[in-house]
């Protein structure tokens, strides 16, 4: 099993692109959760989504968008791309959503910086 | 609501020395608790969780962590460590039932020194 695999790894970005991170994960979990990691800061939940179809907001989520069409993939998007969305982004999935089922399993990251 | 506190955000021990590495939580209700470790240029990887039951949780590597409910905390230990060790390490906390965030503390950076 790969487990969960983010693209791309690294990416450079102006201010006012936009781009699109992929997710995927092959253990068949319901939960997936996008992350981004800021020095001091651990780590703080941007969006979420519960199954195939439904997404919710997290801590953070302003200027990101996410859509969860598959069970096995989360997308995370960048509609107009501001240098304080440098950040390193992780993505997560997890069994299920509470106690033990919500033990995380991480993707590699990506790191993101905007000019 | 619930929150994970990492008080040292830095730790440098020498190569063999003991080593601990705290955490404190707050929450109303009771609590699942996870260190994970962060290599370098990785993903979080889980080291050990507390669900229930014994207070002293044995994990991957070596490490250990006790839960003191009177004290509220989750300290991680390592009677003696490696260079492998360098590597930022998280506590967090959930609670059962339903959707149930994930909190994350600020990290502690364990320094191994040769």
């Known amino acids: 099993n790969a487990g969960v695999t983010q693209t791309p790894k690294f990416r450079v970005l102006k201010t006012g692109q936009s781009m699109t991170l992929l997710c995927a994960q092959d253990?068949?979990?319901?939960?997936m959760y996008w992350y981004r990691q800021d020095p001091g800061m651990g780590l703080r939940l941007i969006h979420y989504?519960?199954?195939?179809?439904?997404?919710a907001k997290g801590e953070v989520p302003d200027g990101y968008n996410v859509s969860r069409l598959k069970k096995q993939n989360f997308l995370l998007g960048l509609e107009s791309a501001a240098p304080s969305q440098t950040s390193v982004y992780f993505c997560?999935?997890?069994?299920?959503?509470?106690?033990?089922?919500?033990?995380?399993?991480f993707g590699p990251g990506t790191r993101l910086t905007v000019l | 609501a619930q929150s994970v506190t990492q008080l040292d955000s830095q730790v440098p021990v020498f190569e063999e020395a003991p080593v601990e590495l705290r955490c404190n939580y707050s929450?109303?209700?009771?609590?699942?608790l996870f260190w994970y470790v962060q290599y370098p240029n990785q993903g979080l990887q889980l080291l050990l969780k507390?669900?229930?039951?014994?207070?002293l949780v044995k994990g991957i590597n070596g490490f250990e962590a006790e839960f003191n409910k009177s004290q509220t905390s989750f300290h991680l230990r390592k009677p003696s460590v490696h260079i492998s060790d360098t590597a930022e390490y998280f506590c967090?906390?959930?609670?059962?039932?339903?959707?149930?965030?994930?909190?994350f503390g600020t990290g502690t950076k364990l320094q191994v020194i040769p």
């Open positions: 253990m068949n979990h319901e939960y």
């Open positions: 507390y669900l229930s039951g014994s207070t």
């Open positions: 929450s109303s209700v009771s609590v699942y």
């Open positions: 997560a999935s997890s069994i299920g959503g509470g106690g033990t089922y919500n033990e995380q399993f």
């Open positions: 989504s519960v199954g195939e179809g439904t997404t």
């Open positions: 967090a906390v959930t609670k059962s039932g339903g959707y149930q965030k994930v909190t």
